[in-house]
């Protein structure tokens, strides 16, 4: 739980940061000089009612991660090692909701991906640049969840039919800010066995944006992996290992067969 000393510690951290404004610097300043710093309310999760439509329980979850506010400090407070199973990511979501301070991209995609694990309609899939989103499926329609400083990279609403639509509202959003994104990286769907030690694969199909041609390049790519995801998956969690139609041509989203 946050208690004074915690969130004292917290706010010196976020002052060691260069790149917070320095009218946000002033209003810690001016909080920490006051005798007793007041906790930000706990985070509270509404337990899922089974007959809650997935669209409303996803919009339920982003909200739950935001009141967990994202982490300035340019350090994590929870060791998330994406070299694990779903065991440790299980784990890991249960420690943070207890702990109850603050996130940065990579927790609340943690979180995103235990809390989603009742929803059985739903297939979840990572997508990262130097900031990584969950990307959610209830077999209709794709969306997002996740957490970061601007408020267009994170939640999306389930209104995308293909997940390169998803993709590509993402990088309108990063346009917006004059950023240009390099490169799209996508793992395979996350296990629903919270038991599960099979290591997750963050980053299977990876495209470099440099060398697209042309917007239906990147959509054609990436609704080839769509298709094949789960096949990979399925094939991946018996084996252990890819199938052979993963060339590098294939997962850099080159091959056009």
Request: charged share 20%.
């Amino acid at each position: 739980m946050s208690t004074n000393k915690t969130i004292s510690g917290i706010a010196q951290q976020i002052l060691k940061n260069d790149s917070i404004s320095s009218s946000t610097r002033e209003e810690i300043k001016k909080a920490l000089s006051k005798p007793t710093l007041v906790a930000p309310p706990i985070p509270q999760w509404i337990p899922r009612i089974a007959s809650s439509a997935i669209p409303r329980r996803i919009k339920q979850i982003q909200h739950f991660i935001l009141q967990f506010q994202y982490n300035h400090t340019g350090h994590a407070f929870f060791a998330t090692k994406r070299n694990r199973g779903m065991k440790h990511m299980v784990f890991t979501a249960k420690l943070i909701m207890k702990e109850a301070l603050p996130i940065q991209c990579v927790e609340a995609v943690f979180l995103g991906v235990h809390l989603t694990n009742g929803l059985k309609s739903s297939r979840v899939q990572s997508s990262e640049h130097d900031h990584i989103i969950l990307a959610i499926y209830d077999g209709l329609h794709w969306g997002a969840i996740g957490i970061s400083r601007l408020g267009n990279l994170m939640y999306k609403s389930l209104r995308f039919t293909t997940l390169h639509l998803l993709i590509s509202d993402f990088i309108k959003c990063y346009r917006e800010y004059h950023h240009e994104v390099l490169v799209v990286s996508i793992g395979l769907p996350f296990s629903h066995d919270d038991c599960s030690e099979i290591p997750i694969q963050w980053k299977v199909w990876s495209i470099n944006m440099v060398e697209v041609a042309s917007y239906n390049q990147l959509a054609n790519a990436l609704d080839r992996y769509t298709r094949d995801c789960l096949f990979i998956f399925d094939f991946y969690s018996r084996t252990g290992r890819l199938p052979e139609f993963c060339t590098r041509e294939y997962l850099s989203g080159k091959y056009k067969g």
